[in-house]
């Protein structure tokens, strides 16, 4: 693995994310990175593409920075001008495209490394992490943490979930409990298993609680 190239990436991130305070800052990519090195090794999957497609896999999310396209630009600049090989790049690019999550349109990366490195990004979404991340999201956009009269949307589109103005709570039933069951890897399954049940702890908890029934 090209250890200096890793650690210019991980200081790239660094600084790109230093005002972001969404749930989806540099700690964020870090975990990322540290989860999917985990489960790659377990994997046999190449370790630099896992590293690198890990740390960059929201260089361009629209949510973070608005004016970078679809064409990677961040992600590429950086893999440009830090020499990685045109064709690594195009790898990593293709993995960073296929990632995220995209409702009931989701895709499933076709290289062991971009699995590894979606169901790394799918496990910070879930447990203890993932309900502080989802609560944060909301706090950032202004939603409320529940409301009984507005129930949860099913199998929505890749547009209707971006375009979704529901309740945290709601955010739960919408994606996060249907993360667990599509992990690709067995080392991602066995972690989402037990973070899927902490948050459904939680929920019933958060939902009796606001019943009054405790
Ligand atoms: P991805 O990295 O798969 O694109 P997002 O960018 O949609 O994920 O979300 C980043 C974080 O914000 C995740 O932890 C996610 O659960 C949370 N989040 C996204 N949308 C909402 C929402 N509508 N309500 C609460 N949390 C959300
Ligand atoms: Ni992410």
Redesign the pocket.
Known sequence: MNETLIDRAMTYVKNLFIDDF???DYYHTLRVYNTAMRIAQAENADLTTVALAALLH?AD?R?LSPKTTQNKDNARRFMRENHVDDETAERICKIIGDI??AGSNSVKPDSIEGKCVQDA??L??IGAI?IG??FA??GN?S?LMHHPDILPRRNMTAEEYRN?N?T?IN?FYE??LNLKDMMNTEGAKAIARERDAYMREFLSEFLDEWDGVK
């Open positions: 969404s749930g989806h929201d999310d949510k995220s999550y990004d799918r910070d979404a993932g991340r989802a999201y909301g956009h939603r979704s529901s945290t955010h994606k996060l």
